[in-house]
Nanobody, 119 residues
């Protein structure tokens, strides 16, 4: 069992930055890839970033590549999503999750944190 708690969401103006955190607990979370999804109103949940268990490999969707950075600190049991140059279309609920592989179906989810970008 893995428990995930996101934080760091909020309201920011376009062009601004936010850093999301995902605190993980459970014996095996460090062996999982960690991913961030988002879901905007009326849209499907989409994968935006992922990082391998080792932290060496990363993935970004085309819509966030070059603006978002995912990282993990296994010593602090935390995964981060640094979001820069935010756009109104980044507005969504952001969820962290764990998966065996970045592109595999997640096995555990956090509760989500709201990010709102105003124009």
């Amino acid at each position: 069992q893995v428990q995930l708690v996101e934080s760091g969401g909020g309201l920011v103006q376009a062009g601004g930055s936010l850093r999301l955190s995902c605190a993980a607990s459970g014996r095996t979370w460090k062996t999982y890839a960690m991913v961030w999804f988002r879901q905007a109103p009326g849209k499907e949940r989409e994968l935006v970033a992922g990082i391998t268990a080792s932290g060496v490999g990363t993935y970004y969707s085309a819509s966030v590549k070059g603006r978002f950075t995912i990282s993990r600190d296994n010593a602090k049991n935390t995964v981060y999503l640094q979001m820069n140059s935010l756009k109104p279309e980044d507005t969504a609920v952001y969820y962290c999750a764990v998966a065996r592989l970045i592109l595999a179906a997640p096995e555990y989810w956090g509760q989500g944190t709201q990010v709102t970008v105003s124009s």
